[in-house]
Protein backbone atom coordinates (compact mmCIF):
# COMPACT_ATOMS: atom_id res chain seq x y z
CA UNK A 1 0.00 0.00 0.00
CA UNK A 2 2.94 2.52 0.77
CA UNK A 3 4.53 1.56 -2.32
CA UNK A 4 1.36 2.26 -4.25
CA UNK A 5 0.98 5.65 -2.23
CA UNK A 6 4.53 6.69 -3.05
CA UNK A 7 3.96 5.94 -6.98
CA UNK A 8 0.78 7.88 -6.87
CA UNK A 9 2.84 10.90 -5.44
CA UNK A 10 6.08 10.96 -7.53
CA UNK A 11 3.82 9.88 -10.75
CA UNK A 12 1.76 13.17 -9.83
CA UNK A 13 4.24 15.39 -9.15
CA UNK A 14 6.31 14.33 -12.40
CA UNK A 15 2.75 15.43 -14.25
CA UNK A 16 2.53 18.64 -11.94
CA UNK A 17 6.42 19.68 -13.16
CA UNK A 18 5.55 18.48 -17.11
CA UNK A 19 2.46 20.91 -16.72
CA UNK A 20 4.58 23.69 -15.86
CA UNK A 21 7.23 22.98 -18.38
CA UNK A 22 5.18 22.69 -20.98
CA UNK A 23 2.59 25.72 -20.20
CA UNK A 24 4.92 28.31 -22.05
CA UNK A 25 4.74 26.47 -25.21
CA UNK A 26 0.98 25.61 -24.85
CA UNK A 27 0.28 29.32 -24.26
CA UNK A 28 2.38 30.27 -27.12
CA UNK A 29 0.60 27.75 -29.23
CA UNK A 30 -2.88 29.06 -28.22
CA UNK A 31 -1.74 32.74 -28.61
CA UNK A 32 -0.86 31.93 -32.37
CA UNK A 33 -3.71 30.85 -33.42
CA UNK A 34 -5.88 33.97 -32.05
CA UNK A 35 -6.64 37.06 -33.98
CA UNK A 36 -6.71 39.16 -30.50
CA UNK A 37 -3.50 41.88 -29.99
CA UNK A 38 -3.86 41.05 -26.27
CA UNK A 39 -1.54 37.88 -24.75
CA UNK A 40 -4.21 38.48 -21.77
CA UNK A 41 -7.48 37.11 -22.80
CA UNK A 42 -5.95 33.76 -22.97
CA UNK A 43 -5.87 33.97 -19.03
CA UNK A 44 -9.74 34.64 -19.54
CA UNK A 45 -10.21 32.34 -22.04
CA UNK A 46 -8.17 29.51 -22.66
CA UNK A 47 -9.04 28.34 -26.02
CA UNK A 48 -9.68 30.59 -28.31
CA UNK A 49 -13.70 30.62 -30.09
CA UNK A 50 -12.68 31.03 -33.24
CA UNK A 51 -9.08 28.97 -34.03
CA UNK A 52 -7.21 30.90 -36.92
CA UNK A 53 -4.42 30.50 -38.98
CA UNK A 54 -4.05 34.01 -39.89
CA UNK A 55 -0.87 35.00 -38.06
CA UNK A 56 1.40 31.87 -39.66
CA UNK A 57 -0.59 32.73 -43.10
CA UNK A 58 -0.08 36.42 -43.06
CA UNK A 59 3.98 35.72 -41.78
CA UNK A 60 4.84 33.78 -44.67
CA UNK A 61 2.54 35.54 -47.64
CA UNK A 62 4.56 38.53 -46.84
CA UNK A 63 7.73 36.65 -46.29
CA UNK A 64 8.83 38.06 -43.39
CA UNK A 65 8.92 34.72 -42.24
CA UNK A 66 10.25 32.78 -45.04
CA UNK A 67 13.00 35.02 -44.85
CA UNK A 68 13.46 34.74 -41.35
CA UNK A 69 13.45 30.53 -41.42
CA UNK A 70 15.67 30.48 -44.54
CA UNK A 71 18.34 32.36 -42.81
CA UNK A 72 18.23 30.42 -39.64
CA UNK A 73 18.67 27.30 -42.14
CA UNK A 74 21.39 28.30 -43.47
CA UNK A 75 23.32 29.97 -40.53
CA UNK A 76 22.58 26.58 -38.82
CA UNK A 77 23.50 24.56 -41.42
CA UNK A 78 26.50 26.03 -41.90
CA UNK A 79 27.54 26.66 -38.62
CA UNK A 80 26.51 22.69 -37.86
CA UNK A 81 28.82 21.66 -40.83
CA UNK A 82 31.75 23.31 -39.98
CA UNK A 83 31.41 22.21 -36.59
CA UNK A 84 31.25 18.87 -37.09
CA UNK A 85 34.20 18.94 -39.21
CA UNK A 86 36.66 21.14 -37.09
CA UNK A 87 35.66 19.67 -33.46
CA UNK A 88 36.10 15.89 -35.02
CA UNK A 89 39.34 16.63 -36.58
CA UNK A 90 40.85 18.14 -33.49
CA UNK A 91 39.45 14.74 -31.20
CA UNK A 92 40.83 13.04 -33.73
CA UNK A 93 44.54 14.79 -33.76
CA UNK A 94 44.14 15.25 -29.63
CA UNK A 95 43.21 11.14 -29.18
CA UNK A 96 45.22 9.39 -31.54
CA UNK A 97 48.00 11.44 -33.37
CA UNK A 98 51.45 12.10 -31.60
CA UNK A 99 51.35 15.76 -31.06
CA UNK A 100 54.11 17.08 -28.07
CA UNK A 101 52.20 18.80 -25.58
CA UNK A 102 48.72 18.10 -26.81
CA UNK A 103 47.64 17.26 -23.00
CA UNK A 104 48.86 20.28 -21.37
CA UNK A 105 47.24 21.98 -24.90
CA UNK A 106 43.81 19.94 -24.32
CA UNK A 107 43.98 21.20 -20.42
CA UNK A 108 43.87 24.68 -21.90
CA UNK A 109 41.23 24.17 -24.35
CA UNK A 110 39.24 22.89 -21.28
CA UNK A 111 40.24 26.00 -19.12
CA UNK A 112 38.94 28.43 -21.69
CA UNK A 113 35.24 26.90 -21.42
CA UNK A 114 35.34 29.27 -18.48
CA UNK A 115 35.28 32.31 -20.45
CA UNK A 116 32.10 33.60 -21.21
CA UNK A 117 31.03 33.99 -24.80
CA UNK A 118 30.03 38.16 -23.65
CA UNK A 119 34.12 38.30 -22.89
CA UNK A 120 34.92 37.72 -26.42
CA UNK A 121 32.27 39.50 -28.32
CA UNK A 122 34.29 42.63 -28.42
CA UNK A 123 37.27 41.30 -30.13
CA UNK A 124 35.10 39.02 -32.31
CA UNK A 125 33.39 41.89 -33.32
CA UNK A 126 36.58 43.83 -34.08
CA UNK A 127 37.76 41.02 -36.33
CA UNK A 128 34.62 40.77 -38.27
CA UNK A 129 34.79 44.31 -38.81
CA UNK A 130 38.23 43.97 -39.76
CA UNK A 131 37.22 41.43 -42.45
CA UNK A 132 34.65 43.38 -43.95
CA UNK A 133 32.00 40.53 -42.71
CA UNK A 134 29.87 42.62 -40.38
CA UNK A 135 26.15 42.05 -41.34
CA UNK A 136 26.54 39.08 -43.27
CA UNK A 137 24.73 35.68 -42.59
CA UNK A 138 28.06 34.16 -42.73
CA UNK A 139 29.79 36.05 -39.93
CA UNK A 140 26.72 34.64 -37.95
CA UNK A 141 28.24 31.08 -38.46
CA UNK A 142 32.08 31.88 -37.34
CA UNK A 143 31.83 31.77 -33.63
CA UNK A 144 29.69 28.42 -33.98
CA UNK A 145 32.65 26.82 -36.16
CA UNK A 146 34.30 25.13 -33.41
CA UNK A 147 32.93 24.31 -29.72
CA UNK A 148 35.61 23.13 -26.99
CA UNK A 149 32.68 21.09 -25.46
CA UNK A 150 32.43 19.40 -29.01
CA UNK A 151 36.53 18.82 -29.34
CA UNK A 152 36.23 17.17 -26.01
CA UNK A 153 33.05 14.72 -26.73
CA UNK A 154 35.02 13.83 -29.76
CA UNK A 155 38.00 12.60 -28.00
CA UNK A 156 36.56 10.52 -25.53
CA UNK A 157 34.56 8.86 -28.45
CA UNK A 158 37.57 8.51 -30.38
CA UNK A 159 40.28 7.83 -27.61
CA UNK A 160 38.42 4.22 -27.25
CA UNK A 161 39.49 3.16 -30.68
CA UNK A 162 41.94 0.02 -30.76
CA UNK A 163 45.25 1.34 -31.63
CA UNK A 164 45.96 -1.98 -33.18
CA UNK A 165 42.88 -1.30 -36.24
CA UNK A 166 44.44 2.17 -37.06
CA UNK A 167 48.24 0.27 -36.78
CA UNK A 168 46.48 -2.15 -39.41
CA UNK A 169 45.10 0.58 -42.26
CA UNK A 170 48.46 1.97 -41.80
CA UNK A 171 50.15 -0.69 -43.14
CA UNK A 172 47.54 -1.45 -45.27
CA UNK A 173 48.42 2.23 -46.99
CA UNK A 174 46.19 4.01 -45.45
CA UNK A 175 46.97 7.56 -45.39
CA UNK A 176 45.92 9.69 -41.64
CA UNK A 177 42.95 11.35 -43.58
CA UNK A 178 41.71 8.14 -44.98
CA UNK A 179 41.43 6.40 -41.75
CA UNK A 180 40.02 9.62 -40.08
CA UNK A 181 37.35 9.30 -43.14
CA UNK A 182 36.57 5.45 -43.33
CA UNK A 183 37.02 4.36 -40.13
CA UNK A 184 36.93 7.31 -37.07
CA UNK A 185 33.56 8.85 -38.44
CA UNK A 186 32.12 5.38 -39.19
CA UNK A 187 32.60 4.44 -35.84
CA UNK A 188 31.94 7.63 -34.48
CA UNK A 189 28.63 8.12 -35.52
CA UNK A 190 26.39 8.21 -32.57
CA UNK A 191 28.99 10.65 -30.70
CA UNK A 192 28.71 12.97 -34.88
CA UNK A 193 24.92 12.89 -34.38
CA UNK A 194 24.77 13.98 -30.81
CA UNK A 195 27.39 16.66 -31.47
CA UNK A 196 25.12 17.67 -34.67
CA UNK A 197 21.99 18.11 -32.29
CA UNK A 198 24.05 20.13 -29.67
CA UNK A 199 25.23 22.74 -32.33
CA UNK A 200 22.19 23.11 -34.64
CA UNK A 201 19.84 23.88 -31.29
CA UNK A 202 22.14 26.46 -29.82
CA UNK A 203 22.72 27.81 -32.57
CA UNK A 204 19.20 27.94 -34.08
CA UNK A 205 18.28 29.64 -30.68
CA UNK A 206 21.39 32.25 -31.03
CA UNK A 207 20.57 35.56 -29.89
CA UNK A 208 22.86 37.83 -28.87
CA UNK A 209 25.66 37.44 -31.37
CA UNK A 210 23.59 37.45 -34.63
CA UNK A 211 21.79 40.60 -32.76
CA UNK A 212 25.10 42.59 -32.11
CA UNK A 213 26.81 41.62 -35.74
CA UNK A 214 22.96 41.83 -37.97
CA UNK A 215 21.47 45.31 -38.52
CA UNK A 216 19.82 44.58 -42.53
CA UNK A 217 16.64 42.90 -41.32
CA UNK A 218 15.99 40.92 -44.69
CA UNK A 219 19.82 38.93 -43.14
CA UNK A 220 18.26 38.28 -39.35
CA UNK A 221 17.29 34.96 -38.36
CA UNK A 222 13.96 33.87 -35.98
CA UNK A 223 15.04 34.86 -32.90
CA UNK A 224 15.95 38.09 -33.82
CA UNK A 225 13.28 38.79 -36.47
CA UNK A 226 11.09 38.51 -33.43
CA UNK A 227 12.07 41.55 -31.82
CA UNK A 228 10.74 43.63 -35.39
CA UNK A 229 7.57 43.54 -34.17
CA UNK A 230 8.56 45.09 -30.68
CA UNK A 231 8.73 48.93 -30.34
CA UNK A 232 5.12 49.60 -31.93
CA UNK A 233 2.10 51.58 -30.25
CA UNK A 234 0.41 47.97 -30.82
CA UNK A 235 2.33 44.51 -31.19
CA UNK A 236 1.07 41.95 -33.17
CA UNK A 237 1.22 39.39 -30.02
CA UNK A 238 -0.60 36.96 -32.73
CA UNK A 239 2.58 37.04 -35.22
CA UNK A 240 4.79 37.14 -32.51
CA UNK A 241 4.07 33.64 -31.58
CA UNK A 242 3.49 32.35 -34.35
CA UNK A 243 6.76 33.24 -36.02
CA UNK A 244 7.99 31.19 -31.64
CA UNK A 245 6.28 28.90 -32.85
CA UNK A 246 7.42 28.12 -36.15
CA UNK A 247 11.31 28.60 -34.52
CA UNK A 248 9.87 25.95 -32.37
CA UNK A 249 9.66 23.04 -33.99
CA UNK A 250 12.74 22.35 -36.36
CA UNK A 251 14.93 21.97 -33.43
CA UNK A 252 12.11 19.67 -31.49
CA UNK A 253 11.65 17.63 -34.69
CA UNK A 254 15.15 16.97 -35.28
CA UNK A 255 15.52 15.86 -31.14
CA UNK A 256 12.93 13.63 -31.20
CA UNK A 257 13.73 12.45 -34.68
CA UNK A 258 17.32 11.49 -33.74
CA UNK A 259 17.00 11.14 -29.50
CA UNK A 260 18.11 7.56 -29.81
CA UNK A 261 21.41 8.54 -31.25
CA UNK A 262 22.01 11.37 -29.02
CA UNK A 263 21.77 9.22 -25.94
CA UNK A 264 23.32 6.63 -27.47
CA UNK A 265 26.59 9.37 -27.96
CA UNK A 266 26.73 10.56 -24.81
CA UNK A 267 26.90 6.53 -23.18
CA UNK A 268 29.50 5.53 -25.79
CA UNK A 269 31.61 9.13 -25.03
CA UNK A 270 31.90 8.15 -21.62
CA UNK A 271 32.86 4.53 -21.80
CA UNK A 272 36.37 3.10 -21.86
Keep these: MKNILGRVILY ?10 LAPFIWTGLLSIRDTYSPSVIFTHLFPRRPTLVNYIEGFVSGRFLIWFLNSVFVTGAATAFCLFFDTLAGYAFAKLEIPGKEILFILLLISLMLPFQALMIPLFVT ?28 E ?10 DAAKIDGCSDWKIFLRIILPICKPALVTLGIFTFILTWNSFV ?39 ILPPVVLFLALQKYYTKGFILSGMK
Design 128 to 155: MKFLGLVNTRIAMTIPQWAYVFGVFLMR
Design 157 to 166: SIEPIPRDLL
Design 209 to 247: WPLVIISDTAKMPIPIGITTFFGKEIVPWGKVAALAVTG
Design 12 to 21: GFLMGLCVIM
